[in-house]
């Protein structure tokens, strides 16, 4: 029997998925970016459901069984918990269909297309250590951290995919490397105040962050105030710069980092008055994975096409 001849069909129709994926990649490019804020705010709703040990062991829900079982004492924890499990195996397949789709349709992004899934295998080693540890907060910070970081580069592959225009104008690189900066000390000193918080993700993991939670959170409001006038600093240079053409997309950008921003700032001032109330620290975790898809999308479209510009 002639196996290379057997094999052929087999080769031709992954061939044709290939194909197939290539056509949709930018659908899978948009899709995986919904999937990776999607899974910050799941995340979310297992601390702040205290379902954080709701699945006791890892990969197992509890040992020896890959599903949660039904206790009263338990409640409904170990369903959340899994929830938000199986929703890394969506991301998962999201993230495999994206990286053959890039390989296929855009071959020069092909190693960037490889991002999503190696964080997600990081992310999921990381998630079973933070429950074998109890709900460490420094760790759990830091899988929250990884996924700010998914969304970012997410958003990137998403604009690159479909060629998404860039400003044309004068470069500022050294505001949006300002962006970028206070941003990540946003984020950090958000997952600190989280930590520091009563939110922990289960009713016996006690242990917190040794910061004040007060001054940390002042901290964290000085931070977003600072990344706030770097913004609007930014935006009134492209709007002076004469050289820069009319791109209706760049005006998407900041009009929406700024929208985000102001929104998140607005929830996170309510909820820290009003005592952090589990539903308004969710519209704030949603506005984290959306804040950092806002800026990711606005670095792009408002990098300059031009190295350099001639003075005139």
Not at 132 to 144: I, K, Q, R, S
Not at 196 to 205: L, M
Not at 282 to 288: F, R
Request: charged share 15%; aromatic share 6%; net charge positive.
């Amino acid at each position: 029997m002639n196996t290379t001849a057997s094999a052929r069909p087999i080769t031709r129709g992954l061939g044709a998925a290939a194909d197939v994926l290539g056509k949709r990649v930018h659908g899978l490019a948009i899709a995986n970016v919904a999937a990776q804020i999607g899974i910050i705010v799941t995340g979310g709703l297992v601390r702040l459901t205290e379902s954080g040990l709701g699945c006791s062991d890892w990969p197992h829900c509890e040992p020896g069984a890959f599903t949660p079982e039904f206790h009263a004492e338990a409640g409904i924890h170990g369903f959340i918990e899994f929830g938000n499990r199986l929703l890394t195996f969506v991301l998962a397949i999201i993230a495999l269909l994206l990286a053959i789709a890039i390989w296929r349709a855009r071959p020069q992004f092909k190693w960037l297309g490889l991002v999503p899934g190696l964080g997600i295998i990081a992310q999921a080693v990381l998630g079973g250590i933070v429950v074998l540890l109890d709900l460490n907060p420094l760790l759990v910070g830091l899988h929250m951290f990884i996924s700010a970081g998914l969304v970012w580069i997410s958003v990137q592959i998403a604009l690159r995919v479909r060629s998404a225009p860039r400003r044309v104008g004068r470069p500022m690189p050294a505001l949006l490397g300002w962006s970028r900066a206070l941003l990540m000390v946003v984020v950090v000193l958000g997952v600190l105040t989280t930590g520091a918080g009563p939110h922990s993700g289960d009713a016996n993991a006690t242990e917190r962050l040794a910061l004040d939670p007060a001054i940390i959170a002042r901290v964290h409001a000085y931070a977003v105030v600072a990344y706030l006038a770097v913004l609007i600093w930014m935006i009134l240079r492209v709007r002076a710069d004469r050289s820069a053409g009319q791109r209706d997309e760049v005006r998407k950008a900041w009009v929406v980092v700024i929208v985000v921003t102001l929104a998140q700032g607005l929830i996170g001032v309510v909820q820290y008055f009003t005592g952090l109330p589990e539903v308004l620290v969710g519209a704030h975790m949603l506005g984290i994975g959306l804040l950092v898809a806002a800026q990711s999308a606005a670095n792009y479209l408002l990098s300059s096409e031009q190295t350099t510009v001639r003075s005139t």
